[in-house]
């Protein structure tokens, strides 16, 4: 099982996919910050809530010496938003993977020897997990490419052409 940390930008992702459910049916623990889960204003973004309380989704608040931890991440760290510095910071004291879509995040956290993964990791988990089928994962790829046009376009080309083909 892996200890996933959860930046803002894949939960939205999945949420405007209605990808959340099977998302936390994956064999993995999720956590979140505080941070993190004030960034999510999504019209849906109360599912995230019934999974914080069913404890499938772990929220992490910090005490005065964590923020001041994440503090000094923020000022180290310029490009990094205090919700960016909060997972960067979760993730390290967890030996835990960093899950993020942005940019600047994933190289910072791939400096500092946090293992990173993306959206495209959590699709092909969802797939290899039998949550969604090829299809689906198809589809739901489809439609967050149109939402979000900073993923690698050959990277999800190859994904849907294997995926139309199963």
């Known amino acids: 099982m892996i ?3 959860n930046d803002a930008g ?10 959340i459910e099977p998302f936390f049916q994956l064999e993995n623990e999720f956590h979140i910050t505080d941070f ?4 999510i204003q999504e019209k849906n973004a109360g599912h995230l809530d019934i999974f914080i309380q069913d404890r499938k989704l772990i929220k992490r608040t910090f005490t005065f010496e964590e923020l001041g931890q994440i503090q000094l991440l923020e000022v180290k760290h310029s490009t990094l938003s205090v919700p960016d510095c909060s997972c960067l910071y979760l993730a390290e004291v967890l030996s835990a993977t ?11 956290a791939e400096q500092n020897k946090i293992p990173v993964h993306g959206i495209l990791w959590v699709f092909d988990e969802l797939v290899r997990q039998c949550l969604i089928s090829p299809a689906i994962a198809h589809k739901k790829l489809k ?5 979000n046009p900073r993923l690698p376009v050959d990277v999800c080309n190859k994904r849907l052409i294997k995926w139309r083909k199963d």
């Open 3 to 5: 200890l996933l940390v």
């Open 10 to 19: 894949i939960l939205i992702d999945l949420l405007k996919a209605d990808l």
């Open 36 to 39: 993190v889960r004030a960034e």
């Open 98 to 108: 960093l899950l993020t879509g942005d940019g600047a995040l994933r190289r910072i």
């Open 143 to 147: 439609k967050i490419m149109n939402i």
